[in-house]
């Protein structure tokens, strides 16, 4: 188990390091090609493949380049079994505050996100 914990860790790293490099290859790496990527904040329903989803984060200005404080931060991870877990994590970009659910599952012996379901909050500038 500790071992789990270990790898996801790493890959929520990698996570976070992709969001605030706008580092696709390392999105890639944290990402399962077939991840799902959602939030009801947006209207109507904002759904996107990684496919849809790479090229925005590619065409970004990079929280990094604009020397932003960063705002990562693992708030709990659950292990559902040997192949699936869990992780609540916040991250910040800009003025908005994302509480991110993600789902990972093992497959081949690797953890990746599957699926990232998120909330967006406004912050005042």
């Not at 904040?41 to 020397?67: G, H």
Request: negative net charge.
């Amino acid at each position: 188990m500790t071992q789990a914990l270990n790898d996801i860790c790493a890959v929520l790293q990698d996570y976070f390091d992709a969001l605030y490099f706008c580092d696709v290859d390392k999105l890639q790496s944290a990402f399962h090609p077939r991840a799902i990527y959602a939030t009801a904040d947006e209207t109507p329903l904002l759904y996107r493949t990684m496919e849809d989803y790479v090229p925005i984060v590619a065409a970004r200005q990079s929280p990094a380049s604009r020397n932003e404080v960063r705002g990562d931060h693992i708030d709990a991870i659950d292990l559902a079994g040997e192949n699936t877990a869990f992780a609540r994590v916040r991250c910040s970009i800009g003025q908005r505050d994302f509480v991110d659910f993600l789902t990972l599952v093992r497959t081949d012996g690797r953890w990746r996100i599957i699926a990232k379901v998120f909330q967006i909050i406004e912050r005042q500038p």
